[in-house]
Each structure stands twice: as structure tokens, then as C-alpha cells.
């Protein structure tokens, strides 16, 4: 009988333990990007070294099909003020995921979503010019139920090697 109490009690304790992005490896395409859901309190460092502050609220919208998002810089120098809106979706049809992007500063940007291992990316297509394959990115990563990064990373080279431009702290709202 003792032993019949300790395999279920292991097992509960084994699932407990698991990484968030472990569990996420066999997700459906669709919900790749779920873990984003929710509001967020941001922080950053910004190049004068101080800290910059701001929220996100990821909702979905259109029957649950599309992921809206809401980015303010509420605390941060020259930057408070800047806004910014995303509709990313999944098309079923062709398997892909696409965001757009705009903001208050009259940036657009279109990115395709993918998935490499635990890490979440969108990019903007290749634009080659003089020789030049420049290439934008955002990559979400160390992603746990109250927590993640974003990285917001730019090439030259067509996606060989990436700069740091933006990293962004991610922490569940507790509202």
C-alpha cells in the first residue's frame, strides 16, 4: 500500500518540476504564441544606463483567432509616450504565422513567426541592398509562466550573425 502512494506522488512531483519550454516543445503551431497572453510589466536598460519601464497587454481578439498586442513606454526618458499595436495570427492554410506591426512614431514592420526549440521568433523578410542582407528580428526566450525576454535583434549579413539592439524584461502584471 505505501508503495502504491509513492508512484502517484512521484509522478505529480516530476510533472510539478518540469520547465515551461520543455512542456511547449509539442504545442500545436497555432498556440505558439499563447504564452504571451496577458498583461506585463516591461523593463529595460536604456543607453543612458538608466531603466526604462512600460506595459504590454497581449489579448486575443476575432474569435479567439488573433493575438492583439498593446506596448506603452510609460518610464522611460525621450522614449515615454512611444506606442505601439500588433495583430499576429495563424494561418491554418499555409501553416505560418504573420505579425504587423505599427506604432505612434509612424514604424510598420511585417514579420513571419517560427519556433527554433524554446524559442519564439518573428522576422522581417530579407532586404538586400549594395550587397547588404539586412534582417530585423524579435526573439522571445527564457519563457516561464510569470516571466520571458525579448530580444530585438538586427543582420547584415542575411541572419548569420545578430546585434543586440533592445532587450526587454517581461514580468506578469499582478493585476
Do not use: C
Not at 488573433?66 to 509616450?81: K, L, P, R, S
Not at 501553416?95 to 518573428?122: C, H, L, M, P, V
Amino acid at each position: 500500500m505505501k508503495y502504491l502512494l509513492i508512484i502517484p506522488i512521484t509522478i505529480l512531483f516530476s510533472f510539478s518540476t518540469l520547465d515551461l519550454a520543455e512542456v511547449s516543445q509539442d504545442l500545436p503551431e497555432e498556440t505558439w504564441f499563447d504564452f504571451w497572453l496577458g498583461k506585463w510589466d516591461l523593463s529595460w536598460k536604456m543607453a543612458d544606463g538608466k531603466k526604462g519601464k512600460g506595459t504590454n497587454h497581449i489579448l486575443k481578439i476575432l474569435d479567439g483567432k488573433v493575438i492583439q498586442e498593446n506596448f506603452e513606454a510609460t518610464d522611460a526618458g525621450q522614449m515615454t509616450g512611444f506606442k505601439g499595436m500588433s495583430l499576429s495570427t495563424f494561418n491554418p492554410q499555409t501553416k505560418t504565422w504573420n505579425q504587423a506591426w505599427a506604432d505612434n512614431q509612424g514604424g510598420y514592420f511585417s514579420f513571419k513567426g517560427i519556433k527554433e526549440g524554446d524559442k519564439r521568433i518573428f522576422m522581417t523578410d530579407i532586404v538586400k541592398k549594395d550587397d547588404v542582407e539586412f534582417v530585423q528580428r524579435m526573439v522571445f526566450y527564457d519563457i516561464t509562466a510569470n516571466s520571458l525576454t525579448w530580444d530585438w535583434e538586427s543582420s547584415k549579413d542575411g541572419g548569420k550573425e545578430w546585434k543586440l539592439n533592445w532587450r526587454i524584461n517581461y514580468v506578469r502584471a499582478k493585476n
